[in-house]
């Protein structure tokens, strides 16, 4: 059974950084895709970062320049560093991948506020 735990959230003043963690247990995480989505209070949860096995990346526009996803295949543990946080990126920030990854763990709660 797979499992995808994500850390690293907290409360940050806008403009401040956080970086989220996400520990997957399972084989074959270097082969598959992974990604972080989030969803705010009412609203859809939606793709904030995406990574291929080989290192690809790909942001949604709200977060370019500011957000970086990154993986360690030898750890099993996928990234997203985030700078120039600003109230918008609050959310519960989820990370899920292909494959065996196919599924959400409990999410991790981003706070942006002064």
């Known amino acids: 059974q797979v499992q995808l735990v994500e850390s690293g959230g907290g409360l940050v003043q806008p403009g401040g950084s956080l970086r989220l963690s996400c520990a997957a247990s399972?084989?074959?995480?270097?082969?598959?895709?992974m990604g972080w989505y989030r969803q705010a209070p009412g609203k859809q949860r939606e793709l904030v970062a995406a990574i291929t096995s080989d290192g690809r990346t790909n942001y949604a526009d709200s977060v370019k320049g500011r957000f970086s996803i990154s993986r360690d295949n030898i750890k099993n543990t996928l990234y997203l560093q985030m700078n120039s946080l600003k109230p918008e990126d609050t959310a519960v920030y989820y990370c899920?991948?292909?494959?065996?990854?196919?599924?959400w763990g409990q999410g991790t709660q981003v706070t942006v506020s002064s």
């Open positions: 399972g084989n074959f995480f270097s082969i598959y895709a």
């Open positions: 899920k991948g292909a494959g065996p990854f196919d599924s």
